[in-house]
């Protein structure tokens, strides 16, 4: 069974600030890939990143940036300089097993005030 | 990038009518469909995942009857919600894989289902 928590549920940052999103994952596959994912008010899903088990080195793009410890179980997500359009539900995800099914988190509201 | 179209974006019907909501790749074949639900505020939970030229695999609880799914070609896949109800009313969302691993897959924008 695969399982992924995001345990921020709402998070309110005012503009510039930077922001973490968390998120802890489980799964006995050895091989897996992890995604986030980002949902305006408008309801489409934005592919944000994909990472595969084996590379572990941090990724930054822009002012987003992810940070992945397979110690933990951790594929953190950080906003930096946050802006008001950055407001929306971000979601991680993992894909492993057999059926490469995708298995999503409960998803963050990110609100970013002016 | 590839590109994955879902039609329609809206859709209102009266209680019992049947609604088809349809996901296209348009510029890559898709293998495997896979069909989410997503309540007000909550996570995407897996209906089910449609191989092309085989029957659905429905996730535990998901009513394959209610819920029909067609994926007669490796860029088509439809999802016939029957006899509709108010419970119904939710958001769908369609994602289409190219190849046989999650790197590529690909969401489609989601349809807003409101039963009367």
């Known amino acids: 069974a695969q399982k992924v928590t995001q345990a921020q549920t709402e998070i309110s940052v005012v503009e510039k600030e930077d922001v973490t999103l968390d998120c802890v994952y489980e799964t006995r596959d050895t091989t897996y890939y992890l995604f986030w994912y980002k949902q305006p008010p408008s309801g489409e899903l934005v592919f944000l990143i994909r990472?595969?088990?084996?590379?572990?080195q941090n990724e930054i793009s822009g002012r987003y940036s992810w940070n992945f410890q397979k110690s933990t179980s951790s594929f953190n997500f950080t906003i930096t300089a946050s802006q008001v359009v950055d407001s929306a539900v971000y979601f991680c995800a993992l894909a492993s097993g057999s059926a490469r099914q995708l298995t999503f988190g409960s998803g963050t509201q990110l609100t970013v005030l002016p | 990038g590839a590109v994955v179209s879902q039609h329609p974006s809206r859709v209102i019907c009266k209680s019992g009518t049947s609604v088809k909501i349809e996901c296209r790749s348009l510029d890559f074949q898709a293998t495997t469909m896979f069909w989410y639900r997503q309540f007000p505020k909550q996570s995407l939970m897996l209906m089910a995942t449609?191989?092309?030229?085989?029957?659905?695999?429905?996730e535990q609880g998901v009513e394959k009857d209610k819920f029909l799914i067609n994926h007669a070609s490796l860029t088509l896949s439809t999802l016939t919600v029957t006899s509709a109800h108010p419970e119904d009313s939710s958001f769908y969302i369609c994602s289409a894989r190219a190849g046989t691993v999650n790197e590529k897959l690909f969401f489609g924008s989601g349809t807003q289902l409101s039963v009367l």
């Open positions: 449609s191989n092309e030229g085989s029957k659905a695999t429905y």
């Open positions: 990472r595969n088990s084996f590379d572990e």
